[in-house]
């Protein structure tokens, strides 16, 4: 499919979306006398730079590929339909086109096109009392994924505090239309139309499917100072299970300032945890305190092979305090330390290597310290990082200052970077990298702002290389 | 870290400390943008006032009718002369308590000036009603605190928000955060306002302080309370980072594109949250010639990201991929299709069968191949599956 193809495929899919959101929009807006608001909001963001890569023949050989890409973001917004009521749209289409990417070089890759229309999210929504309800393409987060659906999500809350919540529809899919991939499971590809028209062996037609996902949550809202929710979710592929998950969430947020949040996530596949957190803080007027414990799974498709596979959870601890002597100066120390677990057959002659000397690291520790500062208009942050372990040594050091001028007519902003890295596994990047940053925009009226960023690098890798960024923002109301 | 880099931490930790102590003082400030800054160039002494046997509502008289934020509340010239004898003291005489234009009004001199400077107070951006407070027999005290050594009243007489939720708690009063906090078109929190944007800061009773680094650390909370974001913040705003397409200029720091793979070394936890290993990673790498699974000619010819190949891949070691693999997963998927773990993890290989399978694996795959087996049989025939006992 040509260049041009593509494109005008691309443009067309734009076009009938955009068409359908102005036609829904106007046929929920005909309600007579009512005092609906509507908004309009779209981004624009433009990116060039160089990207240098491993294709030459020697290390010195350098092959740029130029990165020449804009992203195009539309959104529309309509609330209180009808007058009084909690009724209304949101929607938000991106379009993008790389024109460094050539269209043929973009055959030969696996979900990286040079350009597309993505119908990010597109629901009405409902509530009354304690009744809450979505329909069409929407976000859903929680302790379990990030993932976007097509379908109809409910929620009803008691005013006794205990609550439901079901959902149900198609999981969004790079494959999809008008879909990008960028939240869908993870472990295969997003498709694989190319290597089956090539009839390579071992290619999934199956990745093109519907995908249904649905799951449903028993809700609890400050009871005794306790919200939560237990959750369960399945998705399907081709009538078999892709995904099935349990989850669990609560919050305690009484007592002496402490308030404490709990994630945790059941892969009932196996039966074992997947994910899980659990986070204490303290807040005073002078200081805060947090501890966090965390355990880190890959989510991945048990369509993927490496759902299979021997690996294992990584565990990290986090301990950070804060202090903030007056409102204009605040300070904090954070430390962290990971344990990465293995899973290794212990049939395998690995096994016995796993603590051997050479091997990589099973923990990885360190801590940043900062602070941030605010005087006037003038806002200032400096942050220093350092960590160690599996994964090499590194230390980040970013300084950032910002200045609106003429109550934000005109925003300066600045930033500074120095980062030196060391890690034995990839002795390409290894040494001081130094990074400036200045982003100047400036207002075109209350809705609209056009910002030039631009960034110099100088590193042991790259040597020197430029970029440069464009963004227009839009948000009016109508 | 060489003895440098240490130096240079030390400096900075050391500078860091000095600045807090050198900065320390006692003053905390409200929120901007819900009590926006004030220039009030008044003399006045509330604790004073209270015990010479003033109460609230002898200068605040209209509080108790005041329906908005917008009401000043505050007392007029005819409020101070039922004790202060204004025209007196304008006569030059001598008055008891004080009257002179100076007793209130520091510097104002009336032969040199017409008028004081005004007062600069602009009204919270709070809903905000007094008389239905003070019909439910609210004290003034319980939101403005202990005025009786109080002299001038400022912002800091005004009330934090874990003051109002003392009663604000869903029984005693409402607690959604629109019943004070003033909303948009959406019915959204109204974030942007002229004095500032609302974010929540230090002492947050709902421990959502947005402090430094909030960026990185907000993933927990916003995974089990995400109502509590959605008060504020739209899909469009946490898609401004999290769709994987733009480059958040505030979370990835200069040279990303070159560094990142140093740090998702360390915390590919942190690149799934807003980019998927194999719709993403894996494909942008294919194209830079960093996967080994891309066309043949994008394939990489320079690259030496691993240990040599029969360290890595041939001989058992303690740096034999394996290892690292079962650590962190997420670094083979973010460059390597599954055809590449299969060439020698597979059944269906002709060079190598290594069993990839962790220990006891062989209990629960029935099970799982019951569930879906599909990935099964990408590396396994139908007849060895039920050979072992996972059919």
């Known amino acids: 499919m040509s260049f041009l193809d593509r494109a005008q495929r691309s443009m067309g899919r734009a076009a009938h979306a955009t068409w359908a959101l102005g036609l829904g929009l106007a046929l929920l807006a005909a309600e007579p006398a009512s005092a609906a608001a509507f908004q309009i909001e779209a981004r624009t963001e433009a990116q060039a730079y160089q990207i240098r890569a491993w294709r030459g023949t020697t290390p010195d050989d350098v092959v740029l590929l130029p990165r020449r890409r804009i992203v195009q973001y539309l959104g529309l917004n309509a609330f209180e339909l009808v007058t009084g009521q909690d009724l209304g749209f949101e929607a938000s289409l991106r379009i993008f086109a790389d024109f460094g990417l050539p269209s043929g070089e973009a055959e030969k890759l696996d979900g990286l096109p040079s350009e597309d229309a993505d119908l990010m999210y597109a629901y009405a929504r409902y509530a009354t009392g304690g009744f809450e309800g979505q329909l069409g393409r929407q976000l859903y987060i929680d302790s379990m994924d990030v993932m976007a659906f097509d379908g109809l999500r409910l929620r009803y809350m008691s005013r006794f505090g205990v609550g439901v919540e079901a959902y149900g529809g198609l999981w969004v899919k790079g494959a999809g239309l008008l879909a990008s991939p960028v939240y869908q499971p993870d472990g295969t590809r997003e498709s694989d139309s190319r290597r089956l028209e090539q009839n390579i062996a071992g290619a999934d037609d199956s990745l093109d499917s519907l995908q249904p996902v649905y799951g449903a949550k028993l809700l609890a809202g400050n009871l005794k100072g306790f919200s939560g929710a237990l959750g369960y979710r399945k998705s399907l592929l081709g009538g078999k299970t892709d995904l099935e998950r349990a989850g669990l969430e609560l919050r305690y947020a009484r007592g002496l300032g402490v308030s404490g949040v709990a994630g945790l996530d059941f892969d009932l596949l196996q039966m074992k945890p997947a994910q899980a957190r659990l986070q204490v803080r303290l807040d005073r007027e002078l200081y805060a305190v947090s501890a966090e414990a965390l355990r880190f799974t890959p989510v991945f498709s048990t369509n993927s092979i490496w759902y299979y596979f021997a690996y294992a959870p990584r565990d990290e601890v986090r301990l950070r305090a804060d202090y903030y002597p007056v409102g204009s100066l605040r300070y904090y120390v954070q430390a962290l330390g990971s344990l990465y677990h293995d899973n290794i057959n212990r049939a395998s002659s690995l096994a016995d290597d796993v603590d051997a000397e050479g091997a990589p690291p099973s923990t990885n520790v360190g801590g940043s310290v900062g602070a941030s500062f605010r005087r006037g208009n003038f806002r200032s942050a400096l942050d220093v990082t350092y960590r160690t372990g599996f994964g090499g040594s590194q230390l980040w050091v970013d300084l950032t200052g910002g200045l609106p001028i003429n109550e934000g007519l005109i925003e300066l902003d600045g930033r500074l970077s120095v980062a030196q890295v060391d890690d034995a596994f990839n002795p390409q990047l290894r040494g001081t990298f130094f990074g400036a940053q200045l982003w100047a925009s400036r207002a075109l009226s209350r809705a609209a702002r056009i910002s030039l960023v631009l960034e110099q690098n100088v590193n042991p890798f790259s040597r020197s290389d430029t970029k440069a960024f464009f963004l227009f923002d839009l948000k009016a109301n109508l | ?391």
């Open chain 2, 1 to 391: 870290m060489d003895r440098q880099s240490q130096n240079v931490l030390g400096i900075i930790a050391l500078t860091l400390a000095a600045a807090g102590v050198a900065w320390a003082a006692s003053g905390r400030e409200r929120s901007l943008a819900i009590f926006p800054a004030q220039n009030i160039p008044l003399r006045f002494d509330h604790g004073l006032h209270l015990e010479s046997g003033a109460d609230c509502a002898t200068c605040h008289e209209s509080v108790s009718k005041s329906e908005t934020s917008k009401d000043r509340n505050l007392p007029g010239h005819e409020q101070c002369e039922t004790c202060h004898d204004i025209e007196a003291a304008q006569k030059g005489k001598k008055t008891d308590p004080p009257a002179s234009c100076g007793a209130c009004h520091p510097s104002f001199d009336p032969t040199v000036r017409k008028e004081p400077a005004k007062l600069d107070l602009p009204h919270a951006n709070l809903r905000f009603t007094h008389k239905v407070h003070l019909d439910k027999k609210v004290e003034c005290t319980a939101c403005h605190g202990d005025m009786t050594k109080v002299t001038l009243a400022t912002r800091q007489q005004l009330p934090k928000m874990a003051t109002c939720l003392e009663c604000h708690d869903d029984k005693l009063a409402p607690g959604a955060c629109k019943t004070c906090h003033l909303t948009d078109g959406s019915g959204r929190l109204q974030l942007n306002f002229s004095s500032g944007i609302l974010r929540p800061m230090q002492g947050d009773p709902f421990g959502l302080d947005h402090g430094p680094r909030f960026e990185f650390t907000h993933g927990s909370r916003a995974a089990v309370s995400r109502q509590v974001c959605s008060q504020c913040h739209a899909d469009s705003y946490c898609q401004k980072c999290h769709d994987s397409m733009q480059k958040p200029l505030s979370v990835h720091p200069n040279d990303f594109i070159t560094l990142h793979p140093v740090q998702a070394r360390t915390d590919a936890a942190r690149c799934e949250s807003c980019h998927r290993l194999q719709s993403f990673c894996a494909a942008c790498h294919e194209r830079v010639g960093v996967g080994m699974d891309a066309d043949q000619s994008l394939r990489p010819r320079n690259a030496k990201v691993h240990p040599d190949y029969a360290t890595w891949v041939q001989n058992p070691g303690p740096q034999h991929h394996g290892i690292v693999a079962s650590k962190d997963i997420r670094q083979c998927s973010a460059c390597h299709r599954e055809e590449t773990c299969m060439s020698c993890h597979s059944e269906l290989s002709a060079r190598q069968q290594v069993n990839p399978h962790p220990s006891g694996f062989s209990n629960v795959c029935k099970k799982l191949a019951a569930a879906n087996d599909r990935a099964c049989l990408k590396c396994h025939l139908e007849s060895s599956l039920a050979q072992k006992g996972c059919r």
